[in-house]
């Protein structure tokens, strides 16, 4: 399997800004962002910086466009990897391929994104299939992160970080939460998301107890079903 077809370079330019964080959260990341501008200063007073880091919480809640905002604000690239497309049915050779991108990451000082990485870091013993092989998978991600270089920032996401190794787990310096939005919180979504639209599309129908992805789409459905009516008046009247 060729090792460019497993991975996402991701150019899109986003900043903090744009993700929609609690302030817990997005202090956490201003932090984080702060150690990595500074760690040759950090590092000189033997203090540690943190460089693995875990977000763990419910799909499109904003973990990836939290890792591509980190990445632009350090003004590196992002290497994206969705380790539910790497596994392979011969497991030595998805450990194989985890190396050469970690390697690839390491080499070129970029930010790498492990997205799903509960398909690979199952505690070990938790499948009766192939368990030997599996813990094996396990233990080389365990090195690889162990051996990651501190010049180099590794952020990882997963929905289920219950079924997580506990030895993988104790990796990373920090595990941020990502929790389902409130009501408040998506209300302030969809303003922002609605205030760039005229006037007389920003009244819709709002949904709660959704992730942010998914009042994205809700919001734009609406939205798109609005204007087309509003286009065939015209087009209607035109025709008068």
């Known amino acids: 399997m060729n090792l460019y077809n497993l991975i996402i370079q ?3 330019e986003i900043t903090l800004n744009n993700v929609f964080l609690t302030e817990t959260n997005r202090e956490q ?8 501008t500074y760690s040759k200063e950090l590092l000189e007073y033997g203090l540690p910086v943190n460089n693995k880091v875990l977000l763990q919480g419910s799909s499109g809640c904003g973990k990836t466009m939290t890792a591509k905002a980190i990445a632009n604000a350090l003004g590196k690239n992002i290497i994206i990897l969705n380790l539910s497309n790497i596994v392979s049915s ?5 450990s194989q391929n985890i190396k050469m991108i970690f390697d690839k990451a390491s080499r070129e000082r970029s930010v790498l994104f492990l997205d799903e990485l509960d398909q690979i870091g199952k505690a070990r013993g938790s499948d009766d299939k192939d368990v030997g092989e599996m ?4 233990n080389t991600l365990i090195q690889l992160i162990d051996y990651y270089p501190e010049n180099a920032l590794l952020l990882c996401a997963t929905n289920h970080a219950e079924i ?16 389902m939005p409130s009501q408040e919180f998506l209300d302030r979504f969809y303003d922002n998301l609605l205030s760039k639209f005229p006037e007389d599309l920003r009244t819709i129908d709002r949904q709660y107890n959704i992730s942010f992805a998914e009042a994205k789409d809700h919001a734009f459905t609406l939205i798109k079903s609005a204007l087309i009516k509003k286009l065939e008046t015209k087009e209607l009247s035109a025709k008068i």
Do not use: H, N, S, W
């Not at 990341?29 to 990595?36: A, G, N, P, S």
């Open 10 to 12: 991701d150019k899109e």
């Open 29 to 36: 990341f201003v932090q984080l962002i702060k150690e990595q």
């Open 90 to 94: 011969r497991i030595g050779e998805t």
């Open 135 to 138: 813990r094996r998978l396990v």
């Open 164 to 179: 997580i190794d506990t030895a993988l787990l104790r990796r990373f310096q920090l595990r941020i939460k990502y929790e």
